[in-house]
């Protein structure tokens, strides 16, 4: 009777009352994602007021490997495409494709920082590195801060794949997929950004 | 879970777009003479704009979510364009 009780009183705890009608972990999943868009805009406004007011600033691609970064920017786009339909997996009930798509998140973003690390590579054995321009040090500033997120959005998608592995979420509780998709679309739409700024222009 | 019902966008077409759209930014940057810094700019941000609104309407939801959620991020990318513009205006702006 009293495990009843208990069940009860955890069902009604599952279907919250919020005052804004968003769960509170997708709330403030965006307070915290809103709190990024102004640290990434910090950065990048940064980049923007020292290259301009810079006047020697070697063209980036005279520097950067920019068909390998479009590449790697492919990748980060196609591990966007296969969360959401992870998301979209998971709302129609199908815990295969759910489990499928996760994976294939996970190795779209290892890939991107695999390729990240090479490209980082290459560039210190040619020596160029934070200390020899003002390029070379809002560069790894940017682009690492942005890798710090990847490597973070990658551990966070390894734990729901595992959970998702245990069986733990259904078509009806799946909020941790799509707090987890929005960091991961986030970190797709700054990497858009950046790619632009620093690589192209 | 989901605080708003709306049908499933086609997730593959928006993939497409953002695909072309890099391979069009790419071959825009490398064929445009960058003597032509002011065409070369407006293009590449405009591309990198579209691109990153697609992200946020079509994957993060945003087109289907409440107001309040749209005015939080509303809020926040007016206080970030002001934050760059004072940036750019400390660059810019004759000084006294």
Known sequence: ?201 | MSTTEHKTPNYMAIFWWLAGFTAVEVAYSSLLPHSQKVILILGLVGFAAIKATLVALYFMHLKFERKTLGIIVGSTLILGVILVSVGMAEHWLPRP
């Not at chain 1, 994976?103 to 090479?118: E, K, N, P, W």
């Not at chain 1, 990847?150 to 707090?179: M, P, R």
């Open chain 1, 1 to 201: 009777m009293e495990a009843v009780a208990l069940h009860a009183a955890h069902a009604h705890h599952e279907e919250e009352y919020t005052t804004t009608g968003i769960p509170h972990d997708k709330m403030g999943m965006w307070v915290f994602l809103c709190s990024e868009v102004m640290f990434f805009t910090g950065l990048i406004g940064s980049y923007i007021v020292l290259r301009f007011a810079t006047p020697l600033w070697p063209p980036p691609a005279s520097v950067l490997n920019i068909p390998l970064t479009a590449v790697n920017t492919f990748i980060l786009i196609c591990s966007s495409v296969t969360m959401v339909q992870a998301l979209a997996a998971i709302s129609r009930g199908d815990t295969r494709k759910l489990k499928l798509f996760l994976c294939l998140t996970l190795l779209g973003g290892t890939i991107f920082l695999s390729i990240q690390a090479v490209e980082y590579w290459k560039l210190l054995h040619e020596g160029f590195n934070p200390h020899v321009s003002l390029f070379g040090s809002v560069f790894f500033t940017t682009t690492g801060f942005h890798g710090f997120h990847v490597f973070c959005g990658v551990i966070c998608i390894a734990f729901v794949t595992g959970k998702a592995f245990l069986g733990k979420y259904t078509q009806a509780h799946h909020q941790g997929i799509e707090t987890i998709g929005l960091y991961w679309h986030f970190v797709d739409l700054v990497w858009i950004v950046l790619f632009t700024i620093i690589y192209l222009i």
